[in-house]
């Protein structure tokens, strides 16, 4: 069964720099979601997106940004990056009225 | 708001044994719940849900848990656990929306299988 893609698995960036995050959701699921993990800590929701339009908006910093595009997949814009970012991304997908499916997730660190 | 609490942090257990994960949760809104496990650099899965209907379910690998609306909790147990059980356990609680994916994370619980 396909699963929901992100790309690139691992990316190291300096600080303030730019990174952008990919995320190729499951086929016919319409919502996508953004989550952050720091080190030893839980997910944090940051974002989502339904039929291409933003849904929901949590703990996302300003200098982020994301956008859900016509063929469903997602990215995730991170600006003028800091040594906190660093983190590992999730990507997940739902469709109507079910649980969201994770990605492997991105592994962004900053250096 | 909710919010979600995972009692214990580390859970080190023999092998063969078997083991409780314990979660509290709270919620002002419909309650749906989640365990997912999560191994070193990998993403989460899921294990199992309860949206409605039956208070235990059941999931993946053994698992099952019991939603207990009285005590706000959902406590995920397995009868004997395998080495390969090692792993983090999530548990959530889902928020409103057109589906389940916005979701409050509990702190974690480890999860160590010793032979």
């Known amino acids: 069964a396909a699963g929901v893609i992100q790309s690139p698995r691992h990316l190291i960036k300096e600080k303030r720099e730019t990174a952008t995050l990919k995320c190729y959701p499951i086929?016919?699921?319409?919502?996508v979601y953004w989550y952050q993990q720091g080190p030893g800590q839980d997910p944090q929701f940051l974002i989502s997106f339904y039929e291409k339009m933003q849904s929901d908006k949590g703990s996302i910093p300003d200098r982020f940004s994301a956008q859900q595009f016509s063929d469903y997949h997602s990215e995730l814009n991170m600006s003028s990056l800091e040594l906190g970012d660093s983190a590992l991304y999730f990507c997940a997908s739902a469709e109507a009225r079910t649980e969201a499916f994770f990605g492997q997730g991105t592994r962004l660190t900053v250096v | 708001a909710q919010s979600v609490t995972q009692l214990d942090s580390q859970v080190p257990v023999f092998e063969e044994a078997p083991v409780e994960l314990r979660c509290n949760y709270s919620s002002s809104v419909s309650v749906y719940l989640f365990w997912y496990v999560q191994y070193p650099n990998q993403g989460l899965q899921l294990l199992l849900k309860?949206?409605?209907?039956?208070?235990l379910v059941k999931g993946i690998n053994g698992f099952e848990a019991e939603f207990n609306k009285s005590q706000t909790s959902f406590h995920l147990r397995k009868p004997s656990v395998h080495i390969s059980d090692t792993a983090e356990y999530f548990c959530a609680v889902a928020s409103g929306g057109t589906s389940y994916g916005k979701l409050t994370f509990g702190q974690g619980t480890i999860l160590t299988v010793h032979p």
């Open positions: 086929p016919r699921h319409d919502t």
């Open positions: 309860y949206l409605s209907g039956s208070t």
